[in-house]
């Protein structure tokens, strides 16, 4: 189908809104509500508005669908004047502290009205006074910089399915908040960051580290050291056009020293402690008859999920910590330095990864992928700058390639299977019809697996609008399942609340492929290979699953469901 936009020809897809056919063609209506592969358009903002050749209405291209004949016109002299209005009015309100904003310098808001040229306010309405609600460990809310476009709405209910902001009131007296007017704290939030991420203004921001975390790189008498997660390497691999994970990680390592860290591990050795613990728990439940389905319990979201909204699954969650709480414990339990204060900062794609450090403990600080780039900056250095690699130190500096496969959805199971397989004197390949489904993309795959001549059923899920889907199926009985791997951010952690809002649906694929490599490229293919671990077991825990394992590498859970 040919639809004409601004005179051109554009070739087009049935179903495809204007909006779309006009970016395929190289023609960028200005956009605020609208969000990639969403399903649901809001139409809240107004911005996209494009003029219809017959008649006077003008209409919004994220909505409106092609159809032979159509003609547009999306930068008429009257609907440029119509969107620069548009874009004033929602200025009339915002506030003036754009130099102090944590947005300063990428903000969709400030961005949108420096390409109408608007370089004053004309309306003024006046601030909105809102308090800030700095309740949540992980997450800020600022209503006084929202602009209603409603992107976290979206995101909060029909990715995420759970539903923690809405839209209240009417007119000008229209917010979006928690219900209740509660803070995020006691809300139905689980701090994934899905909708900071989309955020086009400050109204949602992770809640920053900085303050404690400059003081300590200052103070001689505090040794600090970081742990990094997976999916944080082959981020800033995609972002800064590295070779892949191995040659992000030394360029990170190196920056991080630079600025002051006097140790950096890789949370990929954890993540292959995480699966010698967990591969001997699922076979423990196998012989101890359950409780089943066993759900992995690394992503932080997940957990909270479960304990506010599904407690009856609380017995089916692994036991086992994350790898950052896992890395933790043995940071603190094994790296401190006689006389010195210990700061133990993690790197994480994450912002639920900070509510996990102040509930689990161990942890001073908790940094995103995306804090990483204003990090060195107040150091003076960039990434894309001349930085000297340097390797990470041991004893966590060892990683499998299991231990690499964190980084994205599915990558949990496969490193647990091929452990589990291994401990069950069945090591080999995994079967093309169980990788097959571990390593696609869909949010909700399950597949079987033979162990020990038992049949296993398995899951993986990404987006906890899928997992709550999958987990209405199990309680329904109609999904009898075995094992299920969980990651609440569509994607897996490379998808996290805390990875740079550029990482878009096709930068996803991208990072499938880095962490797909970093797996090729390890010596090692499963947990169980990891001499450093193994070593651990030696000299501390004895075996996976022994007292002091659980002492260490495990954690309890709480029933949320009655929270005030
Ligand atoms: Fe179309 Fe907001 S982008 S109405």
Known sequence: MNIEINGRTVACHEGETVLAAASRAGIQIPHLCAMENSSVPHASCRVCLVEVEGQARLETSCTMKVREGL??????????R????????????????????????????????????????????????????????????????????????????????IGAIDYTGRGFGTFIRPGADSGLDVSDCVFCGQCVRVCPTGALREKSAFAGLVDALADPGTRVVAQIAPAVPATLAAELGLRGVPEALGLLSGALRRIGFDAVYDTAFTADLTVME???????????????????????????????????????????????????????KRSAEPGRRLFSVAVMPCTAKKYEAVE???????????????????????????????????????ASGGGRLFGGSGGVLESALR???????????????????????????????????????????????????????????????????VMSCPGGCIGGGGQPRSVSEGGLKALRVKIRDADRREKLQGAHENRAVIRLYEEVFGEAGSRKSHQWLHRGYTDRSERP
């Not at 900056?377 to 690699?389: H, N, S, T, V, Y």
């Open 82 to 161: 119509i969107r620069r209005n548009i874009v004033e009015l929602m200025l009339a309100s915002h506030p003036d502290d754009c130099l102090y904003c944590e947005r300063s310098g990428d903000c969709e808001l400030s961005r949108l009205a420096a390409g109408m040229d608007i370089r004053g306010r004309r309306y003024g309405g006046g601030s909105k006074g809102h308090p800030v609600d700095v309740s949540s460990p992980a997450i800020v809310r600022d209503p006084n910089k929202c602009v209603l476009c409603g992107r976290c709405v979206t995101v909060c209910h029909d990715v995420q399915g």
């Open 419 to 485: 452990t589990a397989a291994h401990l069950k004197g069945e090591s080999g390949k995994l079967s093309p019809s169980v990788l097959t489904p571990l390593q696609g993309d869909e949010r909700l795959r399950t597949f079987t697996v033979t162990l020990g001549g038992r049949e296993l059923r398995c899951a993986v899920v990404s987006g906890l609008g899928a997992a709550r889907a999958l987990l209405e199926q199990v309680e329904a009985g109609t999904l009898p399942l075995d094992f299920v791997e």
């Open 278 to 332: 967990e591969a001997h728990e699922f076979l423990d439940r196998l012989e101890q008859g359950g409780p089943f389905p066993m759900f992995t319990s690394c992503c932080p979201s997940w957990v909270r999920f479960v304990e506010l909204h599904r407690p009856r699954f609380i017995g089916n969650l692994s036991t086992c910590k994350s790898p950052q709480q896992m890395a933790a414990t043995l940071i603190r």
């Open 360 to 398: 689990v403990g161990d942890l001073d600080a908790v940094l995103t992928t995306r804090e990483l780039g204003p990090l060195l900056e107040k150091f003076g250095l960039r990434f894309d700058a001349d930085l000297e690699p340097a390797e990470l130190d041991e004893p966590f500096a060892e």
């Open 71 to 80: 003609s547009v016109r999306t930068h008429s002299p009257r609907v440029l």
